[in-house]
């Protein structure tokens, strides 16, 4: 048995080593019927939610890097059509959802009371999914690690630049979680791979094109991993029209097992991608 079995709870906090810095909640619209009466309740019910909370849409790096705000949402679109379900998928299907909004605070009730106003204010029009996440410190990260993979990486610019937004929820398999976190550690690195004993880049190495190209978040379960019918992770990834085939590669590179032994351990849930818009 690995390790961290020892206390019988699963892996509520990561080993109690990280905890919830602050949180954010997902929420996915997915309309009933896409008629006019829906869009002027969502438009209304948009601007009732984002009373009191800095829109990231005019996000500039300055805010970023220095003072966060207690408080910020954005909302997106989904572009195109629904898209084709990837064969890997688990979990609900959030890539229906035409309209999504994120919302985040350092107070996780409050998101909760957004969250049922949303719903109240929509109605049986649609239905609500919501991933919830939460900002952790790095765990698998060295000084050496966050230089690599931080140098070159974009700051976040204004959703009228950096207009796409691409959202993959991950869960990771039993076996994953039963290593230990020292083992879990080297995935990330460029290591010996167990199975075929030959040298492979790890996950950062083989992600290193994207750096550049994609501004990128983790979002972690805040209630835990390994929990029944959840994901583990929330991914986030922003860029300009330029850096979509980047994350296509970047995304196709780290599936490959040979490069990146992790990702036998990965589910991916249903990839949600659209626009940053300032308002619905
Ligand atoms: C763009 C280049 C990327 C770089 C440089 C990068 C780098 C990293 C690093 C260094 C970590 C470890 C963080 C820690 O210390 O906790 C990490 C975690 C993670 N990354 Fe990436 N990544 C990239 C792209 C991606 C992409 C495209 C995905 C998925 C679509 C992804 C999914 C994840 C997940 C789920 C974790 C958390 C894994 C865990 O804690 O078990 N990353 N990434």
């Not at 929420?27 to 948009?46: I, K, N, P, S």
């Not at 989904?78 to 084709?84: I, V, Y």
């Not at 030959?198 to 972690?220: N, S």
Request: net charge neutral; aromatic share 10%.
């Amino acid at each position: 048995m690995g390790q961290s079995s020892g206390c019988g709870q699963g892996h509520g906090n990561g080993g109690g080593v990280s905890a919830n810095l602050a949180y954010t909640k997902f929420l996915f619209v997915m309309a009933r019927l896409e008629d006019d009466a829906h869009g002027a309740r969502l438009r209304t019910a948009g601007g009732n939610i984002a009373r009191g909370f800095f829109n990231d849409f005019d996000i500039d790096d300055s805010r970023e890097t220095q003072a966060q705000p207690f408080e910020t949402i954005q909302f997106f679109v989904r572009d195109g059509e629904l898209p084709e379900p990837e064969p890997t998928c688990v979990g609900p299907c959030l890539n229906k959802a035409r309209h999504l909004v994120q919302i985040s605070s350092k107070y996780r009730p409050r998101l909760q009371e957004i969250e049922e106003e949303l719903r109240r204010r929509i109605g049986d029009a649609a239905d609500v999914l919501a991933l919830d996440g939460a900002a952790r410190t790095p765990r698998y990260s060295s000084p050496e690690m966050v230089h690599y993979s931080n140098k070159g990486a974009p700051p976040r610019r204004s959703g009228r630049a950096s207009r796409n937004a691409i959202i993959v929820p991950i869960r990771k398999t039993a076996e994953w979680w039963q290593k230990s976190p020292l083992e879990r550690h080297a995935y990330f690195y460029p290591h010996v791979d167990e199975s075929s004993a030959c040298p492979v880049k790890g996950h950062a190495m083989t992600a290193e094109r994207g750096i550049p190209a994609l501004f990128r978040r983790v979002y972690h379960n805040p209630d835990g991993y390994a929990r029944e019918g959840e994901f583990d992770f929330v991914t986030y990834f922003e860029c300009e029209d330029e850096g979509l085939p980047v994350f296509d590669g970047v995304l196709q590179s780290l599936r490959d097992v040979q490069q990146n032994p992790e990702w036998q351990f990965v589910k991916e849930g249903p990839i949600w991608r659209g626009k940053r818009v300032l308002r619905w």
